[in-house]
């Protein structure tokens, strides 16, 4: 499984900042082929590149501040350990829970660690894709599957749902309905 | 320098005092205590680290330990020692050991980024265990420079060897560590980091006396040595010439390769081949002692002179071959020396000897790249890529000569008769002048 198919959504849920939005623009026919790689249609990959090269960067940068960060609670909080509804009935709703201890060791395992400039929880959706990326790059089979269905196909489903009713930018509803597709692909 | 020491794990059931003279620290279930591993190295204050280890390879986690706890970077080898006896093990550590004390003062490999183009933004970074990759590293020193060589920059495969100056210089994120630049520079300027020529020499020389046969094997690979053989694992096998197989065989040993799928050992079956076909040409090997040199063309050229029986002809032709064969065409070659000029490592030379002008090749030291041929202006040479026992043999010979001669008229000295014959083909108004005569008298005599 080509690596593309984690590293872009590693990227499309990073801070849309202008660097950022320009990699993925030069990235459109790599997620084509990540999509295909998957068994998917392109459509989803088309649908996010419209929805993006419509959106104005501004407005992206302040919706991801909106959904994501807050001021305040943020509508869709990106971490694991708040969408897990698994776990012990005290960890829900909890931030570093068990699922984000759990990364931590799977990433060890794969000799990774959270840059500490990075200023990222280790259960943030786009720091969980590219650990996959890079599982699925070393051919870290063990590691890949853990993290697919250890951990992003039980909150994928949830968080994605939830940030498409939130979203106010087409680009985050399309982003949204394409990562739950690919995890529910890469899942199978 | 860094110190080194030898970490055992009590499971392997071995004990001695010292490898190699380095100290050794036995720990309870090494293989799986990264813990204890970095508290021993720490006691030991060493930098190096020979780990030997029960029956698999050492953990990402064991190898971060370690690098945290003060090993350099490359400064870890580890040998896998399931199985085999005490002596065996012995000489397995104690070749781990010559091969980290060559291991050049402050070797650095590259820093890995996480995942694919869209990295450097990456949110997870490499912990250092991983952190380092080999990397194609120049020797300032032996680099002959690009204005004279640069065989390397037209070698790399993917267009990480540059010449912005007079040094070419490695782009190490563009680097694969592939290897295939290491046996083709003539002047043994090029390693990948962590795995010098040296290096290996010095690890073949303590396991060679003691092993049936040798495995050089790509780290990727994840090889095993049959019992009464040894491993020697490398960043990639695209660095391992001919010469390295049939140096081994020279010392008696017998050898194989174990390459990976990957691109870095693309090349690992031609080389194989290329060492039965010269081994065949040899006839039955006779193995020797003798130091061992594993720097191309060199290696190669070496190994086979002591291989052959003295009175060996084979050719073997072969574009895997780290050496060339020059063809001179005698009728047509003016003796100008541009091919000398353009030759990298001076295989080809123009000697002006007090009585003649004297084009000489010396087999050993072609690489085969052809770049002689290229500048020929007479089109009188062809390179081909193979060794001629008989010619390896003889050593430096002369492909064409010219007596010196002076003008007949002033005694200046005159340029070599076959380029004053070649002259006057070109220049048509200079039929029937006399060839003894230098230019200016020679159009003296004609008005």
Redesign the interface.
């Known amino acids: 499984m080509t690596p593309d198919v984690a590293a872009l959504p590693a990227r499309w849920w990073s801070r849309p900042t202008e660097d950022e939005r320009a990699a993925w623009t030069a990235a459109w026919p790599r997620a084509r082929e990540a999509a295909a790689a998957l068994g998917l249609a392109a459509d989803g990959v088309d649908e996010l590149r419209l929805t993006l090269s419509a959106a104005d960067g501004e407005t992206l940068l302040e919706e991801y501040e909106r959904l994501f960060v807050g001021p305040g609670r943020a509508p869709v909080p990106p971490y694991e350990s708040l969408w897990r509804a698994d776990g012990p009935r005290r960890e829900h709703g909890r931030l570093m829970g068990a699922p984000a201890a759990d990364a931590v060791r799977l990433y060890r395992a794969l000799g990774l660690s959270l840059r500490r400039d990075a200023h990222e929880l280790p259960d943030h959706v786009a720091v969980e894709w590219e650990a996959l990326a890079y599982a699925l790059a070393r051919d870290a089979r063990e590691q890949a599957a853990a993290l697919v269905q250890a951990h992003l196909a039980l909150w994928m489903p949830a968080f994605c749902a939830a940030v498409a009713a939130a979203a106010e930018q087409p680009f985050y509803r399309a982003l949204a309905l394409l990562t739950a597709a690919w995890t529910e692909a890469l899942a199978r | 320098m860094g110190a080194s020491a030898v970490l055992l794990c009590a499971g392997t059931g071995l004990a001695p005092p010292t490898v190699g003279g380095c100290p050794v620290a036995v720990v309870e279930d090494l293989c799986d205590r990264p813990g204890a591993a970095a508290a021993a190295l720490r006691t030991l204050d060493a930098t190096r680290v020979v780990l030997g280890l029960c029956d698999r390879r050492p953990s990402?986690?064991l190898?971060?330990a370690l690098r945290r706890a003060g090993a350099e970077p490359f400064g870890v080898e580890a040998v896998v020692l399931g199985g085999r006896g005490p002596a065996e093990a012995g000489l397995l550590l104690a070749g781990a050991a010559a091969r980290l004390e060559r291991l050049a003062p402050g070797e650095r490999g590259r820093t890995a980024l996480?995942?694919?183009?869209?990295?450097r933004?990456?949110?997870?970074?490499?912990?250092p265990?991983?952190a380092q990759r080999p990397v194609a590293v120049i020797d300032e020193d032996a680099c002959a420079g690009t204005a004279r060589c640069g065989l390397c920059v037209e070698v790399c495969p993917e267009h990480a060897v540059a010449a912005p100056g007079p040094r070419p210089a490695v782009d190490a994120s563009a680097c694969t560590a592939c290897g295939a630049c290491v046996p083709r520079c003539p002047h043994g300027a090029l390693r990948l980091a962590g795995a010098a020529a040296e290096q290996v020499e010095a690890q073949l020389e303590e396991l060679l006396p003691g092993v049936a046969g040798i495995v050089f094997a790509c780290a990727a690979a994840g090889a095993d040595a049959p019992p009464g053989w040894a491993l020697v694992e490398l960043p990639a096998l695209g660095l391992v010439g001919p010469g390295w197989l049939l140096q081994v065989r020279a010392r008696g040993a017998a050898v194989r390769l174990a390459p990976c799928d990957g691109a870095c050992c693309e090349g690992a079956r031609g080389v194989e081949a290329l060492a039965a076909r010269v081994l065949e040409a040899c006839g039955t090997p006779r193995p020797s002692g003798g130091r061992l040199r594993l720097r191309e063309p060199l290696a190669t050229a070496d190994a086979a002179l002591r291989l052959a029986p003295r009175d060996a002809t084979a050719v073997v032709v072969d574009d895997a071959a780290p050496l060339g064969l020059v063809h001179l065409d005698p009728d047509r070659c003016t003796l100008c020396g541009a091919c000398a000029a353009a030759c990298p490592t001076d295989a080809l030379q123009l000697g002006e000897e007090a009585s003649a002008t004297v084009l000489r090749h010396e087999p050993s030291a072609c690489v085969g790249c052809g770049r002689c041929a290229t500048v020929c202006p007479e089109r009188a040479l062809s390179v081909e890529r193979g060794l001629d026992l008989a010619r390896l043999r003889h050593g430096t010979m002369e492909l064409g000569r010219a007596g010196r001669e002076t003008c007949a008229a002033c005694g200046a000295d005159l340029p070599p008769l076959p380029m004053r014959r070649r002259v006057r083909e070109l220049l048509p108004e200079l039929a029937g002048t006399p060839l003894g005569l230098c230019a200016g008298c020679a159009s003296r005599a004609a008005s």
Do not use: K, Q, V, Y
């Open positions: 990402a986690e190898l971060g996480a995942t694919g183009a869209l990295s933004r990456a949110l997870l970074a490499l912990g265990a991983l």
